[in-house]
């Protein structure tokens, strides 16, 4: 390899770097190119005409654009973990060892077994899939899909995990400014200068979009100078950002975009601790978008042979890069712009076979041209291409006359004219008007803020495009009263506007491709006029004509054009496509970010946590929380091992439990009494001083919301408790009720969650343990501290804490609170201080445990489908006051005598583990739907029972306690026999807990 | 019987390593730290009791208490907005709830959050970049100048931030502070931490909060 | 989309919660069951203008009622509930 074997570079010229040669390798064979080369314009510098095979007919395609639009030249990039399938040859900077590989081949790019399929083409017609593989559906998954899936997709997801990381920014400005070509430079230019914090988004590594291409002079200088100049102006103006390698891929909501950075994808792999790419939020009060126009194709047959490339794009590639996509080249155009590339042909020194303008006789400057290149000029159409993998073959024309004409060139370049780019603007379904002039779509209907400009907005003479830009910057920077000079407008003397009749399609027998990528043929379209799909979007959906990555960017309006001949309306009145973001393809991991792997969400630690950690615990997600679920010890074989010893030594003893998760709140202020009384089912404003209740949330509906413990700690301050996993939203339910529903009650909330560390101390010698712990001075007896007190405490040490006389696990318990910043020396204290009494951390399984044999419901049975008599907690509803739930509680539905309720369920063969979600059903009777009496809602291997036991929801439950039923668990194919009884397993008359 | 000790530990002290972070060649553009040693107390006025307790506030601490999102400088303490008719009182640790019990009596609830939240300051010359990826505020110098406070959300939870005086240091940056959950903390300085890290990270010892 | 909280300015979606119609008014304690069934259940499908209830959870803990227009997202107004902060409500 070496830089000489670039066949098709010119000797000078081109904006790339040749003092930086480069090697790179495409399907395993390497090349050369230089810093500032794309993969696409290494590969033509290189005489590479074939890169890649088609989507559906595995025809060889070529390059056909140098732009993001680019339908063919979809590849492999990279290897290994960072390869990435069906990115565009024509964005991806060229780098030093760069790889990449053609798709859609096998077992390569010149022989592909599946090319086939083009002999086949008569059946993959559109609509094919939906008509063949509708019957029998069970030959699906054994035939249709796996030769669908072999025939077609495409490039290859890389199986590892992606080693680079993601992640994403917000970015605000006053205006953005969509594009970095001569437009967008101006209205950058106009709304810095007058003092607006400017963005300006540029998909390319560098500023000046199509003036890198065309060239031109502006305000006297060369364009690249005139780049250079407005480039340097805008960096030194402090709030003006200048964003390249970044596409602006959706507009959506009051001034919010999306913008894909690619960081780093010049490189190989990113330097150390920087992103791959980076997805932006980018928030503006006004958009330009100065986003170009994209020239688009003529149909005809043969058009997708490779050689065959739009003019622009040769432009791009002789002017840009110095690489001539062919030797000798042939013009096929329907406007004078298609002319320039003649130009840039002869300037290059190749070798001009012929223009086919499809408009009139050629002028007499174009036929002095001709005569002096020697060329011809043909009035008429190409009629169709031949050639294959190696290229084309002939170009034969269709005289305007009726004669024919044969050209023969290993390149055609192709303009059909120009589409401003509407993808931003159409959006928020601004529907694109129709232009007669120009024969194409302009933006219509944009969000609110945006406005378009240049190309983009179907002018498309440079020193229109520097006008436009000027003034549409100019105006936003005016509209929101920055008065800065703003300057005159740059400008150009290019050639006078160009004339374009339009020409969408030469009818012919040969295949004649409308949607490259989508392999959607112009027979595609005829077909579906006929059978009824003449609506743009059934037209979309039925031939999947630009569903592809590229949105059909190159190919949806001479699909619509094609249309309206065959159905004799006008384009607009065919119809107009509108695009949804994202404007080009977006990386899942560019979405995702920095969340993913151990960062795919925040996680909450209790207070406890690295002390749990130190003995070993084993943590469970809950919500965001890590919980210490069991703390395994040295020689347990398993969890329900761990578990069954914590539960015992509670029980037998004493234990303790991090339960900081539950969600705290602070009720203050004169009505907290009153206003807990009406978002509890009982009565809270009687509660005393220095007790603690338990209390039930209903949702207005009359289901069961939240539990939890509420304590009054001073007449006008409660400390409300909610489950761990309704903390935000019983929070935000209050602040419904605070400030929505009774914004007439004095009442103040705080969450003070994260405050308190808090711990749960359970068993009979829980009070041994306190003693250790808390000062002296407090009464800690049943007389001092009864059951259901709460109030606050010193501790030995000086420590105050908050003392709580509740328990969940039916044990004489407290909870203990102390500040958060103290929850790791209490965890640590309670081990030293009750080393004596065998004191036993216990997790979240142990208390699941506990619960269960106390008949306690929980998560499982508060399932948003439960009432408060269902959970045999109905007569905590008070009768004396309203609340939320209430009238709905008491619909006939919710009262009914049929109704799960919550019982305890023991297998009869104790030896038997009983399984959650297990279906309850009458014995004899067959399950089924009609049959079905409620399910196994909860679950634990009771230690103290010594067997499994659980808790259930069962139609009339309560009147069923002793009766022998049948537990179904089709899931697991296990049918047993289970006896219904008293929720209560351990304990029932509750003597251990207030003992 | 062992007598107790009381250990304070904070959310982060048991990761916190002071030092560089990411990037190591060039110097840091960004510092980091913990501000420990504060007590925080939330202030919520009661009902038709905003005036009192502003009133209340320039008593107690010299200065009228933030009625839009600020952070304002007062006697020995820093008030910042917290939300409507609602503020936060930062001093140093002492006896500042007393302090506020004793001032906002009958006028507002109060509750201590000293250790619900963990208090953090960003600076340097690259504090916006790397704030930029994780909060969704404009803190450009004209929309958030020295003083302003926000309460908004990071990693969908909710944080208090407040941009404090400029650095003294040699670079003159903007210093930002950052109240957020305790139970939060080790996970929000672990994506700080990345999201700093290609900037140079200067993690600073953890120091008292001094006002 | 951006909703401007009256107290915190404009911020993005995400630090809100959307409850729904803010037009529903919760009835007496003895409206009976027709009116609470309609206040829980019953809701207008809007095309165009509507109240909305959205909570700032993610900033200022402020319910906010959004005069929004349902087709073009338009956010015409926002104010805060009458329960905001320490405003004081006379039954
Ligand atoms: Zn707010």
């Known amino acids: ?995 | 019987m062992v007598e107790p000790s009381w250990t304070a530990t904070t959310p982060l002290s048991r990761i916190y390593a002071p030092g560089r972070h990411g990037v190591k060649n060039d110097a840091a553009r960004l510092s980091m730290a913990e501000l420990t040693g504060f007590e925080l107390v939330q202030v919520m006025a009661r009902r038709g009791m905003w005036s009192p307790t502003d009133q209340a506030c320039r008593e107690a601490y010299g200065q009228a208490a933030p009625a839009k999102p600020q952070a304002t400088r007062a006697e020995g303490a820093l008030l910042i907005w917290s939300g409507p008719d609602q503020i936060f009182v930062l001093s140093p640790r002492g006896s500042s709830l007393e302090r506020a019990r004793l001032a906002f009596a009958g006028m507002a609830s109060l509750s201590d959050q000293s250790d619900g939240r963990t208090l953090l300051r960003i600076s340097g010359i690259k504090a916006r970049d790397m704030l930029a990826k994780v909060c969704s505020l404009d803190l450009h110098p004209a929309v958030f100048p020295a003083g302003a406070a926000a309460a908004t959300s990071i990693d969908h939870t909710s944080v208090n931030l407040w941009r404090g005086e400029d650095s003294a240091g040699d670079d003159g940056a903007a210093v930002f502070y950052l109240l957020v959950f305790s139970t939060f903390a080790e996970s929000l300085w672990h994506t700080l931490l990345d999201s700093g890290a290609e900037y140079g990270i200067a993690i600073d010892a953890a120091t008292p909060w001094q006002g | 989309m951006r909703i401007a909280c009256p107290f915190c300015g404009p911020r993005e979606n995400s630090e809100f919660s959307y409850l729904g119609d803010a037009k529903p008014k919760r009835p007496g304690p003895d409206a009976g069951e027709d009116a609470v069934y309609e206040y829980v259940y019953l809701r207008d499908n809007v095309a165009g203008e509507m109240a909305e209830l959205w909570y700032h959870g993610g900033g200022c803990r402020a319910w906010l009622q959004v005069r929004r227009n349902t087709v073009t997202h338009e956010i015409l107004s926002v104010e805060p509930a009458a329960g905001a902060g320490a405003a004081s409500v006379t039954p």
């Open chain 1, 1 to 995: 390899m070496s830089a000489a074997d670039q066949t098709q570079r010119l000797a000078k010229g081109g904006l790339i770097d040749r003092s930086k040669p480069l090697g790179f390798s495409f399907d395993g064979k390497s090349f050369a190119g230089y810093h500032g080369d794309t993969l696409a314009s290494a590969l033509v510098a290189n005489g590479v005409r074939l890169v890649g095979r088609s989507f559906k007919y595995h025809r060889p395609r070529g390059i056909l654009t140098a732009g993001s639009e680019e339908p063919n030249a979809l590849v492999e990039l990279r290897t290994g973990a960072r390869r990435e399938p069906n990115t565009r040859a024509t964005t991806i900077e060229l780098y030093d060892g760069l790889v990449a590989a053609s798709q859609n081949r096998w077992p390569s790019l010149d022989f592909d077994i599946l090319s086939v399929n083009q002999l086949a083409s008569p059946i993959l017609v559109a609509g094919f899939y939906y008509k063949t593989f509708m019957w029998p559906a069970k030959l699906w998954e054994a035939l249709y899909e796996p030769l669908i899936r072999r025939a077609a997709g495409l490039g290859r997801a890389a199986t590892q995990s992606d080693p680079d990381h993601y992640e994403k920014a917000w970015a605000h400005c006053d205006v953005l400014v969509v594009g970095g070509g001569p437009t967008g430079l101006a209205a950058a230019l106009a709304a810095g200068r007058a003092g607006a914090r400017v963005i300006l988004c540029e998909e390319e590594p560098t500023l000046g979009g199509r003036l890198l291409s065309d060239g031109g002079t502006i305000d006297g200088l060369p364009a690249t100078d005139w780049i250079a100049q407005a480039a340097d102006e805008l960096s030194a103006m402090l709030d003006v950002r200048i964003m390249t390698r970044t596409t602006l891929t959706g507009a959506y909501d009051h001034g919010t975009h999306a913008a894909l950075e690619r960081v780093n994808d010049h490189l190989p792999v990113p330097p150390e601790h920087q992103p791959r790419q980076r997805l932006w939020r980018i928030v503006a009060k006004r958009t330009v978008v100065a986003a170009g126009a994209l020239e688009r194709p003529i149909v005809f047959g043969g058009n997708d042979v490779p050689g065959i490339m739009l003019a622009s794009a040769v432009r791009t590639y002789i002017n840009r890069y110095a690489a001539t996509p062919a030797k000798r080249l042939a013009l096929f155009t329907n406007n004078d712009d298609g002319w320039k590339t003649v130009d840039a042909a002869i300037a290059a020194g190749l070798t001009v076979a012929g223009v086919v303008d499809a408009r009139q006789e050629a002028s007499a400057d174009q036929r002095a041209l001709a005569s002096k290149h020697g060329f011809a000029v043909l009035n008429g159409v190409v009629d169709h291409v031949d050639g294959g993998r190696k290229g084309i073959g002939s170009i034969e024309v269709a005289l305007a006359g009726g004669a024919r004409a044969t050209l023969e060139a290993d390149g055609l370049a192709v303009s059909g004219g120009w589409n401003p780019s509407v993808g931003l603007t159409s959006q928020h379904r601004g529907r694109p008007k129709w232009r007669d002039d120009i024969a194409a779509f302009v933006p219509d209907g944009a969000p609110p803020g945006m406005s378009a400009a240049g190309a983009a907005n179907g002018a498309f003479l440079l020193t229109d495009c520097l006008r436009e830009g000027h003034s549409a910057g100019a105006a936003a920077a005016a509209d929101l009263g920055f008065g800065g000079s703003v300057g005159a407008a740059p400008s150009s003397d290019d050639a006078p506007a160009s004339s374009l009749t339009p020409l969408w399609h030469v009818a012919g027998k040969k295949k004649a491709f409308v949607d490259f990528q989508n392999d959607v043929t112009a027979s595609d379209i005829a077909l579906a006029a006929r059978e009824g799909f003449q609506s743009v979007e059934h037209l979309k959906r039925y031939t999947t004509l630009g569903m592809a990555t590229d949105q059909g960017k190159s190919s949806n309006l001479q699909g619509l054009a094609i249309m309206a001949e065959l159905t004799g309306r006008s384009i607009p009145q065919t119809g107009t496509t509108i695009y949804r973001p994202p404007y080009v393809p977006v990386a899942i991991g560019a979405l995702a970010g920095h969340h993913r792997d151990e960062n795919f969400h925040s996680v909450r630690l209790t207070p406890s946590h690295h002390w749990a950690a130190e003995r070993g615990a084993v943590f469970v997600d809950t919500g965001l929380w890590k919980r210490a679920q069991w703390y395994p010890i040295k020689g347990e074989k398993d969890w329900l091992e761990s578990v069954t010893r914590e539960v015992k030594a509670v029980r037998g003893g004493v234990g303790f439990c991090d339960v900081s998760t539950l969600g705290k709140i602070d009720v203050h202020g004169p009505n907290a009494g009153t206003f807990l009384d009406r978002v509890y089912i009982n009565t809270f404003s009687t509660l005393a001083v220095g007790k603690a209740r338990y209390g039930l949330m209903l949702r207005e509906d009359g289901m069961v919301y939240d539990d939890g413990t509420t304590s009054r700690l001073a007449e006008d301050h409660y400390f409300l408790t909610t489950t761990t996993a309704k903390a935000g939203l019983v929070m935000q339910h209050l602040e419904f009720c605070r400030q929505v529903l009774f914004p007439e009650l004095d009442v103040q909330l705080t969450s003070v969650s994260d405050q308190w560390a808090q711990f749960s101390i359970a068993g009979p010698r829980t009070r041994d343990l306190l003693c250790e712990i808390v000062d002296p001075g407090e009464d800690l007896s049943n007389e001092g501290f009864p059951f259901m007190a709460a109030r606050e405490v010193l501790l030995r040490g000086g420590l105050k804490a908050r003392l709580f006389r509740i328990s969940f696990s039916g044990e004489m318990a407290f909870e203990i609170s102390v500040p958060a910043r103290f929850g790791d020396a209490l965890a640590r204290n309670m081990m030293i201080a009750g080393e004596q009494f065998g004191v036993t951390p216990y997790g979240t399984e142990a208390l699941g445990v506990m619960r269960v044999e106390k008949g306690h419901v929980a998560g499982p049975e508060l399932n948003g489908m439960t009432t408060a008599a269902d959970l045999g907690l109905g007569k905590m509803m008070s009768t004396k006051k309203d609340f939320i739930g209430r009238v709905m509680a008491g619909r006939e539905a919710l009262v009914a005598a049929d109704r799960q309720v919550v019982v305890g369920i023991k297998p009869v063969d104790k030896a038997r583990r009983l399984r959650s979600g297990a279906h309850v059903i009458r014995k004899g009777e067959i399950p089924g739907p009609d049959t079905d009496g409620g399910y196994v809602t909860s679950v634990c291997f009771s230690p103290m029972l010594g067997q499994w036991i659980g808790l259930g929801l069962v139609s009339r439950g309560r009147e069923r306690i002793g009766e022998i039923a049948s537990a179904h668990d089709p899931l697991r194919g296990e049918d047993y026999e289970i006896e219904l009884c008293h929720p209560v397993f351990y304990d029932p008359e509750g003597g251990r807990q207030r003992g």
